[in-house]
Structures are given as structure tokens and as C-alpha cells.
């Protein structure tokens, strides 16, 4: 009879902490797309990732350090415009949750005060964290959205999932 007790009570116990991972995730995620939905860019983004095909904005920050606020622009790679090589990372349970749905072919814009640039997707790759090749520069013009994969991993993913995308002329 103890040990049905202590079963059920190790079963709630296993359930409650479940479902507050799943309720504080969920918060996190509907701040951060909330965030990103707002018309306006924030004062101190330095552009706008749009991607048409789902019809989402989300202000780019400068910085690995500003993941929690958005996409970050990482610094070993160059803005946009001024290099070969635009390197973007976000998280996959906030702002790139649906990064997953992009396919080859779909556009991915990329807006700052002065100018636009329209880059289309050309490689879609999984690779393990410490893979440099994401970092090397490029012949073109490209754009490299890095998130963690799987997209449903609960804690530190073991792999990334990295968009390529080259600008269009």
C-alpha cells in the first residue's frame, strides 16, 4: 500500500515539474513573439530579419549577448552590407521557432535604416555546435541563420541548424 503511495506521489511530483518547464517556455516564447510582432523596430535594434513566407519581423540586435531579446548579430561576422558574410543566431523556442518550416528557394530580408537586402535560401544544414564551417567567409554576399536543433529538445540542444541563404541581385 506504501509503495502505490509513493508511486502516485513521485508521478505527481515528475508531472508538476514537467508541466512548469512547459508553462515557463511557453512564456518566454509568446514574450519574445510578441516582441518581435510589434510594427515599430525597437530603438536599440540595428534592423529587421522579415521573412515573407510567414509573414514574421524580428528585430535584429548586435551582439551573442542580446539572444534574450532577439536575433543576434554575431560580431566575428560582418553587418549587412559592409562584408561578404552576415552571420544571424536566435533561439529555436522564441524567435526562430519556425525556422524549421523555411525550404529552399524562400526569400529572407534583411532591413536597417538606410537599406534592404533580399537574400534567397540555398543550403539548409544540421551540424554539431563547435562546427567552424558556419563561420567561414563567403564568395558572395550571404546570410547564415544559426539556431539549436532539435526544435523540440527540452535543454541544451546537441546540434544547430544553420540557413544559408545568398543575396539576390
Known amino acids: 500500500m506504501e509503495e502505490g503511495k509513493t508511486m502516485r506521489a513521485v508521478a505527481i511530483a515528475l508531472f508538476l515539474f514537467g508541466a512548469s518547464f512547459i508553462w515557463a517556455n511557453a512564456l518566454g516564447w509568446h514574450r519574445a513573439y510578441e516582441a518581435v510582432q510589434q510594427s515599430e523596430q525597437p530603438h536599440d535594434a540595428i534592423g529587421t530579419l522579415f521573412i515573407p513566407k ?85 564568395a558572395h554576399p550571404t546570410l547564415t541563420l544559426i539556431t539549436c536543433y532539435p526544435f523540440r529538445w527540452i535543454g541544451d540542444a546537441p546540434k544547430r541548424y544553420v540557413v544559408v541563404a545568398k543575396q539576390k541581385r
Request: no cysteine; hydrophobic share 35%.
Open 54 to 138: 510567414q509573414n514574421i519581423y524580428m528585430p535584429i540586435y548586435e551582439g551573442m549577448e542580446q539572444l534574450d531579446k532577439g536575433v543576434a548579430h554575431d560580431e566575428r561576422s560582418a553587418l549587412p552590407g559592409e562584408g561578404n558574410h552576415t552571420i544571424l543566431a536566435g533561439h529555436r523556442d522564441t524567435v526562430f521557432r519556425q525556422l524549421g518550416d523555411i525550404q529552399l528557394g524562400d526569400e529572407l530580408i534583411v532591413r536597417t535604416n538606410d537599406k534592404t537586402w533580399t537574400y534567397v535560401v540555398q543550403h539548409i544544414r544540421i551540424v554539431r555546435p563547435d562546427d567552424q564551417t558556419v563561420l567561414v567567409p563567403k
